[in-house]
């Protein structure tokens, strides 16, 4: 009788440790920060904005309300100087092979920019040279600049990298994009081996998104953490062109593209002297200023030093070419959703009777549709040590459709933090999934990749592939959909009699579980070896 007696006090112990989550996780007001995050008012989010004004009082609120404490010093703000470029540059530029002229189009067949505060950059016939994909990789054994000096001239690269151009899994990571494919990388090498001018070739299937989304002709405006990159750097020129282009400027060059791309493809490649020269000048203004990532904390009672990192961005694209009469980007799914998540995580952990043994941070980073800069701005000036950061949870581009069976793991295999979510997702009854379009490169186009590259493992995951009342096949229909007509468009907008929160609502119970049992925890996941940012913990 003792023993009954006993054993039913401690499942009775058992079942009140574990939180409700129903009355932690608030629906209501998931729905409510969407709204309010992705109004009109906030004028699409854009840092350095009237809009950036009105989005950090109401994240201050928030995070305030809440009952967080400020995450740097005595503020919700970390300020993060910014620089704001408009390039102008030539409708045409000529192209000449000593024989005949090739005349290109901005905005048909190539955009382009200078990421430099000088008034001017002018490329005096600089030298064409296909560099491959770009990449400068020691681990993989490839180097697609080895052997020319580029002083001067200006390559021309190809999107993505060799695996997912031939299909080979034993080729880099075969049709899943590396970090060598991505187009910020291939800008900064080219600088790094002294090239005046990086121009990537734009195929829709190999960059993951279309010519629309890289096309700078109607708002040439980008911006930049503002550092002495900006006056050092020497490859002043940076842009794209069509796949039709590189087609005609190959062959005006007597190369076959499709043949030169898969020689690319071949280990042991060498840049190619195009035989093509152009000239322009890019001429530039701008505005230096600062903009801010937010942030709040909970303490830690037992580890304080160590944490835990939610991360969301809060900017969006602010207000841009009109499409169908809207010209407010309003960016309800990217990511207005997602920082309603992270809100509703924080407040569920208050609501706890004791807080966590080790601190959770909680930071809406700025700028991330510009380059992630917020989210490195705070990598190069961290509240928590990396060492002593347990893991980064990031969420961005939620889908409204409603409960999923899938948890999608974009950037499967690169820790052990795979394995705490297939866990706690088995408690959902709900099942670890791969993400579908691995050649897009997500896991390093969100705010995880500072930190993952800072060597803190990041989680990447939410429901995607498999509503439970569509399926499967419906919805990725759904999904394919979305990037075509609400991804990066003004028709990104928070529906409450059209959309369904319920599969962001789970999601935000997984990670608040997760969360709760990592910091609780005294164990730090490690790394995959097969990662490309492995290093022991």
Request: charged share 20%.
């Amino acid at each position: 009788m003792k023993n009954w007696y006993l054993f039913f006090l401690l499942g009775l112990f058992a079942c009140s440790s574990e939180p409700n989550l129903d009355k932690l996780i608030d629906h209501n007001q998931i729905g409510n920060d969407i709204l309010v995050l992705a109004s009109d008012s906030l004028m699409g989010r854009a840092p350095m904005s009237v809009g950036e004004q009105r989005t950090l009082a109401y994240l201050e609120q928030r995070m305030r309300s809440i009952g967080l404490e400020p995450a740097f010093g005595d503020s919700y703000l970390q300020e993060v100087p910014l620089a704001e470029i408009t390039s102008a540059v030539p409708k045409q530029i000529e192209i000449s092979n000593g024989k005949a002229k090739l005349q290109i189009t901005e905005g048909v067949d190539f955009t382009l920019w200078s990421p430099l505060l000088k008034e001017e950059f002018t490329l005096s016939q600089s030298e064409l040279v296909f560099a491959g994909f770009g990449i400068d990789a020691p681990d993989y054994n490839w180097n697609d600049f080895e052997g020319i000096d580029l002083t001067g001239k200006t390559v021309v690269v190809l999107v993505n990298d060799p695996g997912f151009h031939t299909g080979n899994d034993e080729l880099f990571n075969g049709n899943a994009m590396t970090f060598y494919g991505r187009w910020p990388y291939k800008f900064d090498v080219a600088n790094r081996f002294g090239a005046a001018g990086c121009i990537i070739v734009h195929e829709e299937a190999a960059a993951g998104y279309p010519w629309s989304v890289v096309d700078r002709s109607g708002n040439n405006t980008e911006y930049y953490l503002n550092n002495e990159a900006l006056t050092t750097n020497v490859c002043g020129a940076n842009g794209w062109i069509t796949l039709e282009t590189a087609n005609k400027l190959f062959g005006f060059c007597g190369l076959n593209y499709q043949e030169m791309k898969r020689k690319a493809t071949a280990p042991g490649f060498k840049p190619v002297q195009m035989g093509a020269r152009f000239s322009t000048t890019i001429r530039n203004t701008w505005v230096e200023a600062s903009s801010y990532n937010v942030g709040g904390v909970i303490r830690g009672s037992e580890r304080p030093e160590e944490a835990l990192v939610y991360t969301a961005h809060w900017d969006h694209l602010g207000i841009g070419v009109p499409v169908d009469g809207d010209s407010i980007y309003n960016g309800a799914s990217d990511n207005a959703a997602a920082i309603a998540w992270m809100l509703a995580i924080a407040d569920g952990f208050k609501q706890l009777s004791s807080p966590p043994e080790r601190s959770i941070l909680f930071l809406s980073p700025t700028a991330e549709e510009a380059g992630l800069i917020g989210s490195q701005h705070y990598v190069n000036n961290p509240v928590f040590e990396h060492s002593k950061t347990a893991a980064c949870f990031n969420s961005d581009v939620i889908m409204f459709l409603g409960r999923f069976k899938d948890v999608t793991v974009t950037g499967l295999g690169h820790s052990e933090l795979d394995d705490y979510l297939a866990e706690e997702a088995t408690k959902q009854g709900r099942y670890i999934a791969e993400d579908p379009n691995p050649e897009n490169g997500m896991f390093f186009r969100s705010d995880q990749l500072p930190f993952l590259r800072a060597g803190v493992p990041a989680l990447f995951a939410k429901g995607y592939t498999h509503q439970v009342e569509m399926g499967k096949e419906e919805t990725l229909k759904a999904v394919e959909e979305y990037w075509k007509v609400t991804y990066h468009k003004p028709s990104d907008h928070y529906i409450p009699k059209i959309h369904n929160l319920d599969g962001l609502v789970e999601d935000t119970k997984l990670f608040f579980r997760l969360g709760n049992r990592l910091a609780n925890e005294s164990y730090f996941p490690k790394w995959g070896r097969g990662s490309e940012f492995y290093e022991e913990r």
